[in-house]
């Protein structure tokens, strides 16, 4: 009867028990099928967080682990590794581009920059008063940039205007050569002056980098170009003045220099062995006096009213009397003067006229009458 058996109530009689117990065996299968489903979404959804994963799945239920087998969870865990190591380099790739994107847009400015000034340096370079020499090496021909006026007389062909002596001034051609020669060779810069052969004075600026040797020609201004002249004017003059300074320090004659007021300015190095120094130098240094005291103030009285001082005078030197033709110029700045020693002469001259007197008391001794008459 139903009564008989109540736990076997409300259930199929053609299983009985067991059928009962494996039909609820099979719902709570169904149950842990869906459970561990709805966990491994979650797993593949959370892919970056493999560590915490695996200690989830490490004490998961005992129902879990029984429906998840060993090889279903190394191929989660190796799956969770590959996203996470493509999620991590899909990060530094962003960034990297990023960065790189920030580096070409500072490296496009930068040429920007760069192409501006280009075209102002060759803006300057071009202008029409100024030409510049350009070496990048050795080996290659130098490059001309600019152009300077036609009233310069610089010719505008490049071999043309390299050769310096053609259009320049000798002096200038030569110390433009020099300097160039030193600028490439020793890097020593230069500022120079020069003189076209059309009469025009330049101004050249010699400088030297890492890779280049420039030379610049500039065109003045009217007013610069007077100061320019004066300059040139001054290199000349005192270019003269060192040759004559050479010369009269050559000769074997004392010569000197005087200040305004009478001070030794400048003797050569006959003065300065006539007056026993050991050097020009010393010899000014010292004041050191060639002529007496007297003799000085001789030529200084005559040069009250007259510029020019020309008489024989005596002086020691060497314990030795010596006569001297001395000419002394003065002017408003100082004066100069030099003094040839005439001695052998004076001597030959004394013995000449005495050999003529010796002749005439002679002849003056004989009885027979004695003419001479010029030749």
Known sequence: MPGD???RAGKAVSGGHEDSITTGSAAAGGALSW?????LGTLLAAATSAAPLLSVVAHADTGVAAAVSTVEVMQLAMFAGVMGAALVSAIFLIRERART?????????????????????EALLNLRDQRVVVWSSEIKKPELIGSLP?????????????AFGRWLMPR??????????ALRDQAKTFDLVIETQAGMPLEVHGRKSAAHVLVRFISLSETLRSQARLKVENQRLSADYDT?????????????????????????????????????????????????GQAREQIAEQHKSRPVFEQTL??????????????????ADGSAGLACDISAIETIRAEYERTVRSHADTLDQLNTAVAIFDT
């Not at 036609?150 to 390299?162: I, K, V, W, Y």
């Not at 050559?250 to 007021?261: C, S």
């Not at 009478?262 to 002529?291: I, M, T």
């Open 5 to 7: 058996n109540p736990p």
């Open 35 to 39: 459970r561990a489903g709805a966990r």
């Open 101 to 121: 994107a920030s580096q070409n847009v500072q490296l496009r400015a930068r040429i920007a920059d760069v192409n501006a000034a280009l075209q102002r340096s």
């Open 150 to 162: 036609l009233e310069s007389g610089a010719p505008d062909e490049r071999p043309a205007f390299l």
């Open 172 to 181: 200038s051609a030569a110390a433009l050569e020099n300097a160039i020669a």
């Open 244 to 292: 004559m300074l050479g010369l009269l320090d050559a000769l074997k004659m004392p010569t000197w220099l005087r200040a305004a007021d009478g001070r030794l300015k400048w003797v050569n190095r006959a003065y300065a062995e006539a007056v026993e120094a050991e050097s020009a130098e010393a010899a000014v240094r010292e004041a050191k006096e060639f002529l007496g």
């Open 314 to 331: 005596s002086t020691v030197i060497e314990g030795d009397r010596h006569m001297f033709s001395v000419t002394d110029f003065a002017s």
